[in-house]
């Protein structure tokens, strides 16, 4: 199962890059989301493989949707995380690939198609940038911290993001933006970022991310303080060492 969610996404990611020159048909989801036909293209390229080496497995795929979160084996898959991004040729994207048993998170990669970078977490066994273990940073202070967040797509959770931010910027080191949630989490578990927050947290941005944090020994909660699981929308990622400060900040906002 692991081998096929790495062949899956790097698979998925030469998709991506062979038509990253190219314009695009983009198809508007709803209100700031958009899709376009590489993400469809690259979902097929992994669904296919899925379903021919796992037919009896569950899949949840951010465009073709699928059967949702059941108790037995559940793939949860975005095939272009950062797709505004890619559409406008801003170059961060990523390939999300997780696999559920039950609920909890098994196995988790992410692939970064245009730096060839594979992060991979499978449960019990730790975190892997390339074959190599990675772990989060050793950063505890705040004012020290370099921090990442999503806007969501509503007026209303940009504006609950901002009350975040505004309580949170005065105290951390800086903020990023990076417009791939999947990518923010991976960040975390290779050290790079000390805390990723997003209010709106989707199940294919986060299942195989939350792995990564926590098999890398870092920490991914509710924003009320409560262990994340993937079908809740508000998530703190972080190293551990920021973590309740941080909590504190956000829930004061």
Request: glycine residues 10%; contains cysteine; proline residues 4%.
């Amino acid at each position: 199962m692991r081998k096929t969610a790495v062949e899956a996404a790097r698979r998925a990611g030469e998709v991506i890059v062979d038509r990253y020159p190219a314009g695009h048909d983009i198809t508007v989801k709803g209100y700031r989301n958009i899709a376009t036909e590489v993400d469809t293209a690259a979902e097929t390229v992994i669904l296919d493989l899925i379903r021919a080496r796992f037919p009896d497995h569950a899949i949840l795929s951010e465009e073709a949707g699928g059967q949702g979160i059941g108790d037995g084996y559940t793939w949860v898959v975005d095939p272009l995380d950062g797709t505004t991004n890619y559409a406008r040729r801003f170059p961060i994207f990523s390939v999300s690939i997780g696999l559920l048993q039950g609920r909890e998170p098994l196995i988790g990669v992410i692939h970064d198609p245009l730096r060839d970078q594979t992060f991979v977490a499978e449960r019990g066994n730790g975190a892997e940038l390339d074959g190599a273990p990675i772990r989060v940073s050793r950063v505890a202070r705040l004012d020290h911290a370099v921090m990442s967040l999503d806007w969501g797509h509503s007026d209303e959770d940009r504006g609950r993001t901002l009350g975040a931010l505004n309580r949170v910027a005065p105290r951390c080191g800086t903020v990023r933006a990076l417009g791939s949630a999947a990518l923010a989490l991976a960040y975390v578990a290779a050290g790079w970022l000390e805390a990723y927050f997003n209010l709106m947290m989707k199940p294919w941005d986060a299942a195989a991310g939350i792995l990564l944090v926590a098999e890398a020994g870092g920490r991914c909660t509710t924003l009320e303080g409560t262990p994340y699981r993937v079908d809740r929308p508000g998530c703190l990622a972080s190293n551990g060492l920021v973590h309740d400060e941080l909590l504190d900040v956000i829930r004061d906002s």
